[in-house]
DNA sequence: AGCACGCCGACT
DNA sequence: GTCGGCGTGCTC
């Protein structure tokens, strides 16, 4: 009997976009199973691909036999196999892009080709002598070099007589560590050890009183004797040295405090029970737990995975990237212990598949990560818990651009699990949802030990500027800050921008220093005086004349954190301030020891952008200054105000956690905008009702479906050409709306001009089909090498509810 | 995506 | 002639 596996190849384009038929050899069978990473021969190579399906024959012509099995357990569960082609589906991506995307890096196909002497020798004649040499110097080279050398006829020529041998690498990248374990041999007699031999006598009364096995390098450190005299041991037949497979567990030498589960207020068991109901009773469900900022949501999460863990099920925690701190860690390590996998981007890439392999060996039964977390494969899942949902990070700027939120829901569909969207400040998708009735909606309203809400104030700027402060402190937030620190308190300042200044003007021409690869204006840094560009990384030297009229009247307007922390100096003398940005956070490591020195009061200011607005829990933080609230209110984004709402009220929940109560001051130059108004009245309920009555009125998410497509192209023309033959397509059809094609807010990164073309979409089947079927008529349009097209997809996949009924709820319950 | 094949213009 | 450029088509 024959056993035919279809592979999905790893060769992301149209025309292979599909299963290929293998023979699976018969020493094979057994080993290539569903989900299986296997080695094929594909046209003249060697590469990789994943076992979708086996089947007992074949429609195709001919067969080649799969030549190798990479791993002894399939990377790919039966389940992630689906969802991946769920995914190319949704998302328009390649099927091996989606699998690529859901394990660790490591995995993915590594090849080379390297030319070797062959049996035969080379000719004489000019160009291949230079290759002799060269291969009898070194013994190999690879195929590049040896190409460059003959020439493409030539190397083929030697190639096809044996004169030169191809061999072709197929690697994965693991690499596994490994380490000397020392172990006793039974019934030895340490009466044959000279007794002149002092160490090898330590050694082996340390090993006969204590453990009959232990690493090497730990045996060294306890007896104090060196690897010699352990060799000699080992000579003389007493124990063994043995290498073994250890995983690299970043947290190896870190010791847990264990937490034990505390208790809950009425609010949180509310909600505990909320979420623990599904996990019960074993099926589908989605909750949104909308807890203001220091509620206590932690707590219900641990108690929740207990609950699962009693049930032998597993859970995934997704947490955004910047929270996956050392306080969050522990927390999770200290009530579960070594049933935790800890995924983030800090690891190296081989901790992080250690971490994976405790998952697919069902090692563990929770996954702490942030977003590719989301593809733990477990196989027995009862809960997911996305802490901070409304996060940004969720969602995959890469092909494929999934939502984690999405993929939560599919794989709790799978596996009946329920999911638990977490947020003092929901996504507007997540609150609609959880309005109409597609989501059930916990709220807890009070903080931990009925600690009050900071008292929040808005400062006008424009009224300060009139009177006559043109410093960046207002009056008010100047005199918290002394109060702050003479009490003996720590400040948190918030400013939504790196850098020093926000860009470089001529004053003589208004000429702006603009990315010669971007269209965006480079951003002044201090410290090295230099202009960056915060899109591709372009640095050059500030400019000393302009470059438009070589006027020498050149400034740097706006504010960023570096110049905000040059005043601080400025206005209080000898204040010690930490600055967290992009800049001083780059490196390994450097993000924990800056929050740990300010833990540790090293520092009376925390200044810093995006990333200390979450999550951070400091005692002693009892004021939160908001530097300029406005400066991401008008992005030209539907989601700006939303964003600008989120990160204003995230800042201000940093403001007295504990004892002492807080205070925060947002200055802004839109005093009345909405937005600013609702955050600093608390006003959650009155901003969410209001921001999706406009988001209903101009058609935006989530009352429609949103495809983005971005052409992009270094001739501007060709770019445009394309779009409008895109839209023009896409136009004049029933269930959805053309916009554009309009040039994106930054038109040019990289060197390539962009162009988008939006549609908006009802969130119906045979529209999305619709749209589906003329994307593939898109991508079969000619291309040339220099366009790219992408496509976003911006809405609710696998939310089964009546877009109609929503509509019809939203309006009552606003009325 | 590679890679081969094949067609074509440009040079020793 | 043959070297190398690039367009086309295929990969179980």
């Given at each position: 009997m024959i056993q035919v596996a279809k592979v999905v190849v790893d060769v992301p384009s149209k025309g292979t976009d599909r299963p290929f038929d293998y023979l699976v050899p018969e020493e094979l069978i057994g080993e290539v199973q569903l989900g299986s990473r296997v080695e094929v021969p594909f046209g003249p190579r060697k590469i990789l691909g994943y076992v979708?399906?086996?089947?007992?024959?074949?429609?195709?012509?001919?067969?080649?036999?799969?030549?190798?099995?990479?791993?002894?357990?399939?990377?790919?569960?039966?389940?992630?196999?689906?969802?991946?082609?769920?995914?190319?589906?949704?998302?328009?991506?390649?099927?091996?892009?989606?699998?690529?995307?859901?394990?660790?890096?490591?995995?993915?196909?590594?090849?080379?080709?390297?030319?070797?002497?062959?049996?035969?020798?080379?000719?004489?004649?000019?160009?291949?002598?230079?290759?002799?040499?060269?291969?009898?110097?070194?013994?190999?080279?690879?195929?590049?070099e040896a190409e460059q050398l003959v020439g493409r006829a030539v190397l083929r020529k030697l190639i096809q007589n044996q004169s030169v041998l191809v061999e072709e690498h197929v690697g994965d990248r693991v690499t596994k560590e490994r380490i000397s374990w020392v172990r006793l041999i039974d019934q030895v007699d340490i009466r044959m050890i000279p007794a002149r031999a002092k160490k090898q006598h330590e050694v082996m009364q340390y090993l006969l009183n204590d453990l009959?096995?232990?690493?090497?390098?730990?045996?060294?450190?306890?007896?104090?004797?060196?690897?010699?005299?352990?060799?000699?041991?080992?000579?003389?037949?007493?124990?063994?040295?043995?290498?073994?497979?250890?995983?690299?567990?970043?947290?190896?030498?870190?010791?847990?405090?264990?937490?034990?589960?505390?208790?809950?207020?009425?609010e949180q068991q509310k909600a505990y029970e909320t979420i623990t109901k599904p996990i019960k009773e074993e099926h589908y469900e989605t909750i949104l737990l909308h807890g203001v900022t220091g509620s206590g949501k932690t707590e219900i999460y641990l108690q929740s995975i207990e609950e699962v863990l009693n049930k032998e099920k597993e859970a995934i925690v997704l947490v955004p990237e910047i929270s996956l701190t050392p306080q969050m860690v522990d927390r999770f390590k200290g009530r579960f212990g070594d049933k935790v996998a800890v995924l983030h981007s800090r690891l190296s890439a081989g901790e992080r598949y250690d971490e994976w392999r405790k998952i697919r060996r069902g090692e563990v039964q929770v996954a702490i990560g942030a977003r590719s977390a989301i593809f733990a494969p477990f196989t027995n899942l009862g809960l997911i818990i996305?802490?901070?949902?409304?996060?940004?990070?969720?969602?995959?700027?890469?092909?494929?651009?999934?939502?984690?939120?999405?993929?939560?829901?599919?794989?709790?569909?799978?596996?009946?699990?329920?999911?638990?969207l977490g947020s003092a400040t929901p996504s507007l998708e997540s609150y609609f949802h959880a309005r109409t009735n597609v989501y059930s909606w916990v709220t807890l309203q009070e903080r931990v030990q009925g600690r009050p809400f900071p008292t929040i104030k808005t400062v006008d700027m424009r009224e300060e500027l009139k009177s006559g402060n043109r410093t960046m402190f207002s009056k008010d937030l100047t005199t918290s800050i002394q109060e702050t620190i003479s009490r003996g308190e720590q400040v948190v300042?918030?400013?939504?921008?790196?850098?020093?200044?926000?860009?470089?003007?001529?004053?003589?021409?208004?000429?702006?220093?603009?990315?010669?690869h971007c269209d965006i204006a480079?951003?002044?840094?201090?410290?090295?005086?230099?202009?960056?560009?915060?899109?591709?990384?372009?640095?050059?030297?500030?400019?000393?004349?302009?470059?438009?009229?070589?006027?020498?009247?050149?400034?740097?307007?706006?504010?960023?954190?570096?110049?905000?922390?040059?005043?601080?100096?400025?206005?209080?003398?000898?204040i010690r301030v930490i600055r967290m940005d992009?800049?001083?956070?780059?490196?390994?490591?450097?993000?924990?020891?800056?929050?740990?020195?300010?833990?540790?009061?090293?520092?009376?200011?925390?200044?810093?952008?995006?990333?200390?607005?979450?999550?951070?829990?400091?005692?002693?933080?009892?004021?939160?200054?908001?530097?300029?609230?406005?400066?991401?209110?008008?992005?030209?984004?539907?989601?700006?105000?939303?964003?600008?709402?989120?990160?204003?009220?995230?800042?201000?929940?940093?403001?007295?956690?504990?004892?002492?109560?807080?205070?925060?001051?947002?200055?802004?130059?839109?005093?009345?905008?909405?937005?600013?108004?609702?955050?600093?009245?608390?006003?959650?309920?009155?901003?969410?009702?209001?921001?999706?009555?406009?988001?209903?009125?101009?058609h935006y998410p989530p009352f429609c479906g949103l495809f983005t497509i971005t052409i992009s192209h270094t001739d501007r023309v060709l770019a445009m050409k394309r779009a409008v033959e895109i839209a023009n397509l896409l136009k004049g059809n029933n269930g959805y709306e053309v916009l554009g094609p309009v040039a994106p807010s930054v038109s040019k990164i990289k060197d390539r001009y962009r162009i988008q073309v939006m549609v908006k979409y009802t969130h119906d089947f045979e529209v999305i089909r619709e749209i589906q079927s003329k994307w593939r008529t898109i991508e079969e349009w000619p291309k040339d090498k220099e366009l790219r097209i992408q496509i976003d997809r911006d809405g609710e996949i696998g939310v089964s509810a009546n877009v109609h009924t929503q509509h019809r709820e939203i309006s009552r319950s606003h009325s």
């Open positions: 979708v399906g086996i089947s007992l024959s074949s429609s195709a012509q001919k067969l080649k036999n799969i030549l190798d099995v990479k791993d002894i357990l399939p990377p790919l569960t039966q389940e992630l196999l689906q969802l991946g082609q769920a995914m190319a589906e949704e998302y328009f991506c390649h099927t091996i892009t989606a699998f690529q995307s859901m394990i660790p890096a490591v995995l993915k196909g590594k090849y080379q080709k390297k030319i070797h002497l062959g049996s035969k020798a080379i000719p004489f004649d000019g160009a291949a002598e230079g290759l002799q040499q060269l291969l009898e110097k070194k013994s190999s080279c690879s195929y590049e009959k096995e232990i690493p090497l390098p730990t045996l060294l450190a306890a007896t104090g004797a060196n690897r010699q005299t352990v060799k000699a041991l080992e000579e003389r037949g007493m124990v063994r040295i043995e290498e073994r497979e250890q995983y690299r567990d970043p947290y190896r030498n870190a010791s847990f405090v264990p937490s034990v589960p505390l208790a809950l207020t009425e996305i802490d901070e949902e409304h996060e940004s990070s969720y969602k995959q700027e890469e092909s494929p651009r999934y939502h984690a939120r999405e993929i939560a829901r599919w794989r709790a569909q799978f596996h009946q699990a329920a999911v638990v300042l918030f400013l939504n921008r790196r850098g020093y200044a926000t860009f470089v003007l001529c004053r003589s021409c208004g000429e702006v220093a603009n990315c010669e480079l951003t002044y840094h201090h410290t090295n005086r230099t202009v960056r560009c915060h899109y591709c990384g372009y640095t050059e030297n500030v400019p000393t004349s302009c470059p438009n009229c070589q006027s020498e009247h050149i400034r740097h307007f706006g504010t960023g954190t570096q110049k905000v922390e040059e005043e601080l100096g400025k206005h209080f003398p000898g992009m800049d001083t956070t780059s490196k390994k490591g450097s993000h924990e020891r800056l929050l740990r020195s300010f833990g540790e009061g090293e520092a009376d200011i925390l200044l810093g952008t995006q990333m200390i607005a979450k999550g951070l829990d400091f005692p002693k933080v009892t004021l939160v200054g908001v530097i300029a609230a406005d400066s991401m209110l008008h992005l030209p984004d539907f989601r700006s105000v939303e964003r600008t709402y989120q990160l204003l009220t995230q800042v201000s929940g940093r403001a007295g956690r504990h004892e002492q109560p807080g205070k925060v001051i947002i200055q802004t130059y839109q005093e009345d905008h909405y937005s600013i108004q609702m955050v600093a009245n608390h006003e959650s309920e009155t901003f969410y009702r209001k921001e999706l009555l406009l988001r209903k009125q101009h």
